[in-house]
């Protein structure tokens, strides 16, 4: 089945620093590839999306390419602020019926 | 921008107790909403498809009878946790799908179940 893998622990950072979150995916097609954004206290905001091979997603300052060779959908950002602390997920959907699969989520926390 | 908005956001139950989690498109009508279930430190599990005017439908291993869902309205969607046991405490979140864009899922800020 489908599934999204992103990397262990929360990630903490300096603000400006360079921000890079690591999910790659299983599918048994051509899903589309997205990033969700957890706000504290608040429901889950699509930040970028891609929806084949190559595509770029950006959003934000933030940035996601698919790669359908290596099955990732890497998130980066070049200078992180403190506003850009949240969780990070990562997910997949396939088919019609738009269902998604997502990722573990990564807390990024970044400080002043 | 479409607004998802969820109800209540805590609620505090005695085991045995039947429990309904309301899901509003504020702005949108939504003839498609999903429910999931989030663990601590885990990440969301698809528990259901719910579709206006029909049945919903379940993800393998998730109990009908235990999670009943309503989607009577283009702009609500209830699940039903029936007969809460302490096992049934987590996070549960609803998304609605935007008729007009496709594959964006908007998402309710989530009710906090705590079974007592």
């Known amino acids: 089945g489908n599934s999204v893998t992103q990397m262990e622990g929360p990630v903490t950072l300096s603000e400006e620093a360079f921000l890079t979150i690591n999910c790659t995916y299983t599918a048994t097609g051509y899903p589309s590839l997205f990033w969700y954004v957890q706000y504290p206290g608040e429901g889950l905001q699509l930040l970028l999306k891609a929806t084949k091979a190559d595509d770029k997603g950006s959003n934000k300052g933030f940035e996601a390419t698919y790669r359908k060779e290596t099955t990732s959908f890497h998130l980066e950002k070049g200078s992180v602020q403190v506003s850009d602390s949240a969780v990070y997920f990562c997910?997949?959907?396939?088919?019609?019926?738009?269902?998604?699969?997502f990722g573990k989520g990564n807390q990024v926390v970044v400080i002043p | 921008g479409a607004v998802v908005s969820q109800h209540p956001s805590r609620v505090i139950c005695k085991s045995g107790t039947s429990v309904k989690i309301e899901c509003r498109s504020l702005?949108?009508?939504?003839?498609?909403m999903f429910w999931y279930r989030q663990f601590p430190k885990q990440s969301l599990m698809l528990m259901a498809t719910s579709n206006e005017g029909s049945k919903a439908t379940y993800e393998q291993g998730v109990e009908k009878d235990k999670f009943l869902i309503n989607h009577a309205s283009l702009t609500l969607s209830t699940l039903t946790v029936t007969s809460a046991h302490p096992e049934d405490s987590s996070f549960y979140i609803c998304?609605?799908?935007?008729?007009?864009?496709?594959?964006?899922?908007?998402f309710g800020p989530g009710t906090r179940l705590l079974v007592l």
């Open positions: 702005d949108f009508q939504a003839t498609t």
């Open positions: 998304s609605a799908r935007h008729p007009g864009r496709k594959e964006t899922q908007y």
């Open positions: 997910a997949l959907s396939e088919g019609g019926n738009n269902r998604l699969a």
